[in-house]
């Protein structure tokens, strides 16, 4: 292929979006120009950064993180309309990407975001970078909606997880979606056990810091948090996502389809990053190969 200007769709799906850096990286490797990002929850984050400058730094941040950073991040709340504000997330990655404005980014950059109230997308296409990514990656049950001007918004898969639409217009060779959605492996990707000395589980330790933080977070609340219903929360959701990402794809077929097994990892497992990532460049590499 002569011309290898890209639009990048890259879909929702919790951690399994650390497999849009493997993408990533393998169009890089391969020398596609990547004109256009449409980008949904993790989507929309990892794309943002990457129009940003700054996804190398973000990936060497993620592989360092263990279970126990993950829960440090979280600033708990049971108010709201979810259990996490993502503030302290939030301000994190500006500290470690800078605070840019999407018009002012060399790549074009849309983060698709729900509005439930009105049942549309919304597509953010200006304003600061974060906050577009904070609306997009409110995912429901656990982030609080997103405010943006008189709008509470929610996490675009529950409307749109592959957002090709607002490529249409792109002037580019190649339209590439990854769908974090695929069809799921027969069996799980399976988990790295961690011990910690003097503990019985990193599961409990993880819980009851939890806990802890949402105690000391609400005040006079009496709070006993059951990750298992966001185990069950979180499965509803890719089952959802799934289905409407079928019919998206269907509809509105790209030029080529990345698909990641949806049972490749669990939502909040980002400790889980080196895999993730690697599945991401092979992923690519089975799609794509044939084409450079």
């Known amino acids: 292929m002569s ?58 941040w993620l592989r360092a993180l263990d279970k126990l950073d993950i829960v440090k991040l979280l600033d708990v709340t049971l108010s709201d309309g979810g259990f996490v504000k993502g503030d302290r997330i939030i301000e994190t990655l500006k500290e470690l990407v800078g605070n840019h404005r999407i018009e002012e980014l060399p790549i074009t950059f849309t983060a698709v975001a729900a509005n439930i109230e009105d049942e549309k997308e919304v597509w953010l296409n200006r304003g600061p970078v974060f906050d577009a990514i904070r609306a997009s990656i409110s995912l429901p049950l656990f982030f609080t909606p997103a405010q943006v001007g008189e709008q509470r918004l929610l996490d675009g898969g529950i409307l749109n997880p592959v957002p090709i639409a607002p490529t249409f217009n792109d002037a580019t060779s190649l339209k590439l979606a990854v769908n974090l959605n695929g069809k799921p492996l027969a069996y799980a990707q399976p988990v790295k056990e961690v011990t910690v000395e003097g503990q019985n589980g990193l599961r409990e330790k993880v819980q009851t810091y939890i806990e802890g933080l949402a105690r000391r977070s609400v005040s006079k609340v009496d709070i006993d948090i059951d990750m298992d219903m966001f185990d069950i929360a979180n499965q509803t959701f890719d089952a959802m996502q799934g289905a409407i990402a079928r ?46």
């Open 3 to 60: 011309d290898k200007s890209l639009s990048l769709i890259l879909g929702s799906g919790g951690a399994r979006g650390m497999a849009h850096i493997g993408v990533i990286r393998w169009l890089e490797e391969h020398d596609y120009k990547i004109a256009s990002i449409s980008g949904c929850s993790m989507g929309a984050l990892v794309g943002g950064i990457y129009a940003c400058g700054k996804l190398a730094e973000f990936t060497d």
């Open 247 to 292: 019919h998206k794809l269907a509809i509105y077929p790209p030029d080529v389809v990345v698909e990641i097994p949806r049972n490749a990892c669990g939502t909040l497992e980002f400790d889980r990053a080196e895999e993730m990532v690697e599945l991401g460049y092979e992923s690519a590499e089975r799609a794509l190969g044939l084409l450079s």
